[in-house]
């Protein structure tokens, strides 16, 4: 239910505003409006990745144990960890950019409003803003990915040792929709910061689209 309330949000964030772009031709947005879009962003991606840290901590739980282990009290922590963890880590980011004077014009490059695209409108020192950006994203999605990584190996570890003949497959068909989900989250945002990094060899473009995408797709699959 939380991963679902994630997707929504982020594609009402988004996914509008870039429909009212290309088909109306509504280009404008308030600067409120700008760091609203960008702090949802940033936050709900990383509660996002969170949560499939957490959906991965449920995966290996003992079946015989699950009940006592997987308690309503345990979902309600989990819920408000994921909230408060991100939300307040990636407050900051939308702060420091609101914080910028910006006199370099006021049209972004972007149909969306990320730091990196609105930041560059301003004519003071960005290092300090696009670095907490980068530490903390690593930060949050780096260990969110490696503790679902080694709940993976846990899981696949636990399967191996099964003997019956199906059961190994409807062990691993349980899992096998998260780790797909999983899998194509983490993909797209590597393409996506690899596409950044190589920005003068890639067209402008691309990132653009793979950000897009990046809203629609996860929440479709």
């Known amino acids: ?19 009212a772009i ?10 409120p409006a700008c760091f609203l879009q960008m702090f949802i962003m940033n936050s709900f991606l990383t509660m996002e990745s969170c949560t499939f840290m957490i959906m991965a901590y449920d995966r290996i739980c003992k079946p015989l144990q699950y ?45 969306i409003c990320t730091n990196v695209s609105v930041s560059k409108l301003s004519c003071d020192d960005i290092t300090l803003n696009q670095s907490y950006q980068f530490v903390i994203g690593w930060t949050l999605l780096g260990s969110d990915l490696i503790l679902i990584v080694l709940s993976y190996f846990f899981i ?3 399967v191996l040792r099964i003997k ?35 920005r003068k060899r890639i067209p402008p473009d691309v990132p653009i689209l793979l950000n897009i995408l990046h809203h629609l797709i996860p929440p479709a699959l």
């Open 164 to 198: 019956g003949e199906g059961d190994m497959a409807k062990a691993l068909g349980t899992c096998g929709s998260h780790f797909i989900l999983i899998l194509f989250f983490t993909t797209v945002l590597l393409v996506l910061v690899i596409t950044n990094l190589a």
């Open 156 to 158: 696949l570890k636990t």
């Open 22 to 31: 290309f088909w109306f031709d509504l280009r404008s947005i308030s600067f």
């Open 1 to 19: 239910s939380l991963l679902s309330l994630l997707d929504i949000v982020l594609c009402l964030t988004v996914i509008p505003k870039v429909l």
């Open 67 to 111: 009940s006592s282990i997987i308690t309503d009290q345990f979902v309600a922590r989990a819920a408000i960890f994921v909230v408060a963890r991100n939300g307040l880590l990636t407050m900051p980011i939308p702060i420091l950019s609101s914080r910028l004077r910006y006199c370099a014009g006021h049209i972004i490059k972007n149909c």
